[in-house]
């Protein structure tokens, strides 16, 4: 690649403050290592973007994001947007269906010297992000969820057959690059037979062009069980939107919690890091959220843009980011409270950054 990658930076509403701009900390000192040229762009988004702007997601930032290769973008805390006014809208739909990031990926891992149910954890979930219940994604005007009576609401659920078997593609390729390759497939066709079942044949059809990948399916119920008493088994487990959110966060509790979940939504062209987690606003402003997930979001991005582009650089500076977050959760000093520790938000993000720096 003979130019410099572009990023946007959308911090965000509360936590997204505080854990973005350690984000951006980290993969500067990698790219600096590495000497990956990137060009920053920071975006207005959210709250601050409204009450400065009066617009939650300011007219021109998708033609400004038609530019860019990614973008990390921070929580998004729209449920306290205010309700009346038509421009505080929820941003998070509009970026994932733009520019089609359908692959929601979310991995957990733990780490033996933090405090968790399982130190044994490495699975990864791929989700369908832009399908499903969740009804800003499920119908392309209005809602996806109706009250035709006051006694009754109904709630539309939409699965595709290109949405499954692309979803499905995603799992199937990153498990190739993962050492146990094998995916597992969520769902529940035995009662949602044909939603259900079409998501299940496109995951079957793909087992069949990746024979080198060994294939399972669960019932998303027993999935629940499966995962709680023995995480272990799952290496990359494929699903559609809401059990994937689901599970996704039952995970993230297994490996010690949302601090340490993060997640990228992938699309053919572009790519968001998004932590797993929410806004957090009951810990916001304190300098105590855990920045973890952000930082590794923001890490899965530029592994993402390094193999996307075919820029080594990004690749190794995706490396490094890693290693310097391993190192500084196994020397134990620097880790926000809800590992256990005492360091601040920013504490810990320079820690990691000096960790890249040193490495
Ligand atoms: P959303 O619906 O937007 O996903 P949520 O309602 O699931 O959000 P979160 O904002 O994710 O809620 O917070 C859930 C809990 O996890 C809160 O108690 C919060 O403080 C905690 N939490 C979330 N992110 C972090 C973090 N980075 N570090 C520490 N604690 C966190």
């Excluded at 530019?67 to 038509?86: E, S």
């Amino acid at each position: 690649m003979n130019r410099a990658l572009k990023i946007g930076i959308l911090e965000g509403d509360d936590i997204g403050l505080e854990v973005v701009p350690e984000t951006i900390k980290v993969m500067r000192a990698a790219a600096h290592k590495t000497g990956l040229q990137i060009e920053w762009f920071p975006l207005p988004i959210g709250r601050k973007a409204f009450d400065e702007l009066g617009y939650t997601l300011p007219p021109g930032t998708l033609d400004k994001l038609d530019t860019y290769d990614g973008w990390v973008l921070g929580p998004i805390g729209h449920q306290a947007y205010p309700r009346d006014q038509p421009n505080a809208i929820n941003p998070h739909p509009i970026l994932r269906k733009h520019y089609d990031l359908f692959a929601n990926i979310r991995p957990a891992k733990s780490f033996p010297g933090l405090p968790a149910l399982y130190k044994d954890v490495d699975l990864i979930f791929v989700r369908e992000n832009n399908e499903g219940f969740p009804p800003d994604r499920n119908v392309f005007m209005g809602s996806g969820e109706f009250r035709p009576t006051p006694e009754m609401t109904i709630s539309v659920r939409i699965i595709t057959r290109p949405g499954s078997s692309k979803v499905a593609r995603a799992a199937f390729e990153l498990a190739r690059t993962r050492p146990r390759k094998k995916v597992t497939a969520v769902h529940k066709d035995t009662v949602f037979k044909l939603g259900c079942g079409m998501f299940a044949e496109e995951c079957r059809k793909l087992a069949q062009e990746f024979p080198d990948i060994a294939f399972d399916e669960v019932m998303v119920d027993t999935m629940g069980m499966k995962l709680v008493m023995r995480p272990q088994q799952f290496d990359v487990i494929v699903t559609t939107n809401t059990f994937g959110d689901i599970l996704s966060d039952v995970a993230a509790g297994l490996v010690g919690g949302l601090g340490l979940a993060p997640g990228l939504s992938a699309g053919p062209a572009r790519a968001m890091a998004q932590a797993t987690h929410g806004s957090a606003p009951d810990i916001a402003g304190r300098q105590i959220a855990n920045p973890y997930a952000m930082i590794m979001s923001g890490q899965m991005l530029m592994a993402w843009l390094g193999h996307k582009h075919g820029e080594p650089r990004a690749v190794q500076a995706a490396q490094l980011m890693e290693a310097a977050m391993e190192s500084v959760i196994k020397a134990g000093k620097m880790l926000t409270p809800d590992l256990g520790g005492k360091a601040s938000t920013r504490e810990m993000g320079d820690a990691v950054a000096a960790a890249v720096a040193v490495l």
